[in-house]
């Protein structure tokens, strides 16, 4: 088969932000499945440093903008006459979004409802318009895939037709989130948080991702038990982040907080394994990859409560109110003095032990 790909969110694609998911997924499927050819489409000119087989051919479509009358125009106009030219036999919309004008067969693979919901930072009009068409896409797929089980659970909420078509494919864990022996933990936080125990929390410095009531949170511990604890966020900067990026040079603890926005695989592993706990502080996420990584490197996790991370962390997983942002302080200054908590959660901790089926992606 010749196999199109919108390719164009993997360029958002970090072990950080994202968990490399469509990165991952995309690699798996077209090394394991050489008897097809893929053809990638970028809406920009992709990195150099990214390798494919040599069934992989890239084409890039410029998108122009980010307005939405824009990004309107490259999916129903130019992506689809891209498409055309390419004689496809099925066509991957990895973004959860397909071209409703193209008539090549397509799997729709969704990876976040977040847009449901309200998510901070994400423009009224994107959500609207998400909100407006997902329910076409879904229609229109041949078959759909989805992340996590919450996700299936989104759908089926929002789209109850679409249970005939449905499919869950969990992502792969990294096999680098291992934990880590008493010396090699010491040398990751001397390296860095300054040989001091550590919070990390993982994703873009965005507010999807809660960060100010995460702070506000840290700021308590630190009024209430005078720690030296630390805090290391570890994710890109972005524009929607501005204003949590700039909260940081009048934080009251900014010297006991520490970014790292740009860590590659291995060293988010180190910083993941090297934790005292991590704190998840997402609301609406589709897959809580940082929590499946942390439980990889038995790390304990404070979560605030949600479908993703239940799934993820189910009872190894200390859950906080997230409507409480004093209920999130407590459950961090108790995980921090209650050593036998600590353990209880370790001994409940599940690990992750699955491969990506990534046939999934191109089977009907």
């Known amino acids: 088969m ?104 397509v799997h729709l693979v969704i990876g976040d409802m977040g847009f449901v919901y309200g998510m901070a930072g994400i423009s009224a009009s994107r959500q609207r318009f998400l909100k407006r068409n997902i329910t076409r896409y879904i229609k229109q797929a041949k078959k759909v895939i989805v992340l996590s089980h919450a996700l299936e659970q989104d759908v089926l909420q929002y789209a109850p037709d679409a249970a005939g078509k449905l499919q869950v494919l969990l992502p792969a864990i990294d096999n680098s989130y291992q934990p880590l022996q008493w010396e090699d933990r010491e040398e990751v936080k001397s390296t860095y948080a300054g040989s001091v125990e550590y919070f990390v929390a993982v994703g873009s410095i965005h507010p999807k991702n809660n960060l100010m009531p995460l702070l506000k949170a840290f700021s308590a511990l630190k009024r209430r038990l005078h720690s030296n604890m630390k805090l290391l966020l570890v994710g890109s900067e972005t524009a929607a ?66 479908v993703a991370a239940r799934e993820a962390g189910g009872e190894g997983v200390l859950y906080a109110d997230p409507e409480s942002l004093e209920d999130l302080a407590d459950k961090m200054c108790l995980l921090y003095k209650d050593e ?15 491969t990506g089926a990534f046939g999934t992606l191109i089977i009907d």
């Open 2 to 105: 010749r196999i199109g790909v919108n390719a164009s969110c993997l360029l958002q694609d970090t072990p950080a932000d994202t968990g490399n998911i469509v990165k991952d997924l995309l690699s798996g499927l077209s090394r394991l499945h050489p008897e097809h050819s893929f053809i990638f489409f970028f809406d920009q000119a992709p990195p150099v440093g990214l390798q494919w087989p040599e069934n992989v051919t890239t084409v890039v479509v410029p998108r122009g903008g980010d307005h939405s009358w824009q990004q309107y125009l490259w999916l129903e106009w130019k992506l689809v006459s891209a498409i055309k030219k390419q004689r496809l036999d099925l066509f991957l919309g990895m973004d959860g979004q397909l071209p409703l004008r193209s008539k090549t067969p």
């Open 241 to 306: 982040g501005a204003e949590i990026t700039d909260s940081l040079t009048s934080y009251k603890y900014r010297n006991d907080v520490i970014l790292i926005p740009d860590a590659d695989q291995a060293t988010l592993a180190k910083v993941v394994a090297g934790a005292y706990a991590l704190v998840y502080s997402t609301r609406f996420a589709g897959v809580a990859m940082p929590v499946y990584a942390a439980m990889q490197c038995e790390v304990p996790v404070i979560a605030l409560e949600g």
């Open 340 to 354: 036998e908590l600590r353990s209880r959660l370790l001994s409940k901790i599940r690990k992750a032990d699955r």
